[in-house]
C-alpha cells in the first residue's frame, strides 16, 4: 500500500508544476489547459468536497479558478521568476506567513507560521542576480511591520 502524502508535498508538487505551466512562463499550445488541471488536481487532493468534478462533465475547471488557487499559494512572489533565477518572497494573509524560494528549475522552498494577525495582508519580495538587489513590499505595511517586530 502507498503511504499517505502530506500537505507540504502536496504543496510542493502543485507549485512546481503550477510555475512549469503558468501561462506566462510557458508558452507551449497547451500550456493553459495543463495549468488549469494542475489546479484541478491540487483541489481535489486538498479538499475534495469542493472540488468540481473531472473534466468533460457539467462542473469544468474555469482559468480564473485555476490563477486564482496559484495566486493563493504564491502570493505576487512568482511575478519576477523566470526559468534560470532565483526569487525569495514572502506573503502574509488570514493569520499565516509564507516564504518561498523559487529555484532556477521551479522547484520550491516553503516556510509556513501562524502570525495571529488576521488583519492585514502584504508581500514583500527579495531579488538579485549578483549585481544588484532588489526589495519590494506591497499591501498592508502596518502588518508586514507588525509581523517583522513579531518574528
Not at 494542475?38 to 487532493?45: D, H, I, P, Q
Request: hydrophobic share 30%; charged share 30%; with cysteine.
Amino acid at each position: 500500500p502507498r503511504g499517505k502524502v502530506g500537505e507540504a508535498e502536496v504543496k510542493r508538487a502543485y507549485r512546481k508544476e503550477a510555475l512549469k505551466w503558468h501561462p506566462d512562463k510557458n508558452k507551449a499550445p497547451d500550456a493553459e489547459e495543463k495549468f488549469r488541471e494542475v489546479a484541478r488536481c491540487y483541489e481535489e487532493l486538498t479538499n475534495p468536497s469542493t472540488a468540481p468534478a473531472r473534466p468533460g462533465s457539467d462542473g469544468g475547471f474555469d482559468a480564473q479558478r485555476a490563477y486564482r488557487t496559484f495566486e493563493d499559494l504564491f502570493g505576487d512572489v512568482h511575478a519576477r521568476w523566470q526559468p534560470g533565477m532565483t526569487i525569495t518572497g514572502s506573503f502574509a494573509s488570514g493569520g499565516k506567513r509564507v516564504r518561498i524560494t523559487i529555484h532556477p528549475d521551479g522547484t520550491t522552498d516553503e516556510q509556513e507560521e501562524e502570525t495571529g494577525n488576521v488583519g492585514g495582508q502584504y508581500s514583500t519580495m527579495y531579488t538579485s542576480d549578483g549585481q544588484s538587489t532588489h526589495i519590494e513590499i506591497s499591501g498592508d505595511i502596518g502588518a508586514f511591520v507588525a509581523g517583522w517586530l513579531g518574528s
